[in-house]
């Protein structure tokens, strides 16, 4: 799935542990990657600004979807793509250090 928000929270994400790749993006990017997202836009002056539907429903995130992100920051429209990956095991720290101690 695709969305477009103008805020994120961690609920939206279904997995417990998962990465996220960002990538800013200029306006024409981020309407050209958006013409077949489903608006979730919380903010009416975003979804006026953005040309989408204002829309305040929560989405439910998976591995593989990509999210949109119209945000002002300072005053400023921002652009940003997320892709929601899967995460790789984290090593724990004394893991990390379990041969050091051998030597």
């Given at each position: 799935m695709k969305f477009i928000i103008s805020?994120?929270?961690?609920g939206f994400f279904l997995a417990k542990d998962f990465l996220?790749?960002?990538h800013e993006l200029s306006e024409e990017e981020f309407q050209a990657l958006a013409?077949?997202?489903i608006?979730?836009?919380?903010?009416?002056?975003?979804?006026?600004?953005t040309n989408?539907?204002?829309?305040?429903?929560?989405?439910q995130v998976r591995t593989g979807d990509v999210i949109l992100v119209a945000q002002k920051y300072r005053g400023v429209l921002k652009f940003h793509?997320?892709?929601v990956m899967e995460a790789h095991p984290l090593i724990r720290e004394e893991e990390?250090?379990?041969?050091?101690?051998?030597?």
């Open positions: 805020s994120m929270s961690l996220l790749e960002v013409y077949d997202g608006s979730h836009i919380g903010h009416q002056d975003i979804a006026d600004i989408f539907a204002y829309n305040k429903q929560p989405i793509c997320l892709q990390l250090y379990a041969d050091e101690e051998m030597i």
